[in-house]
């Protein structure tokens, strides 16, 4: 059992293979333009597909130099709770209502 332990080794958090001989994949490099003047040159393998944007380390969205600009996606609008109150009640019942609910405010107001 002793002639078979690794003494001085971590197991798991080294790896006994080294990098000499391997062959790297074929790589090309991507420029990204970042509104604020930086410029960002990205490695990527032949095969990958390029992203049209990448974001900057200064936070911003930088744009591939090479590439055509990236579809913009509409945005979304958020349907807020007036949206969604407005489609199940019409502007008079609102205010039918808010009348209602006031003169019952006024009415337990008057009791007390």
Do not use: N
Not at 1 to 14: I, V
Not at 20 to 43: F, I, Q, S, T
Request: hydrophobic share 40%; net charge negative.
């Amino acid at each position: 059992m002793a002639d078979r332990a690794l003494r001085g080794m971590r197991l798991g958090t080294q790896s006994m293979e080294s990098a000499a001989g391997a062959e790297l994949a074929e790589r090309r490099e991507a420029v990204y333009d970042c509104p604020v003047g930086h410029e960002l040159r990205m490695p990527f393998s032949t095969e990958a597909e390029i992203p049209a944007i990448w974001e900057c380390h200064c936070g911003a969205t930088a744009l591939l130099r090479e590439g055509g600009r990236p579809d913009e996606t509409p945005v979304r609008h958020v349907r807020t709770h007036w949206d969604m109150l407005l489609e199940r009640r019409s502007i008079a019942e609102l205010e039918k209502l808010l009348e209602e609910r006031l003169q019952v405010l006024r009415a337990s107001r008057l009791a007390s």
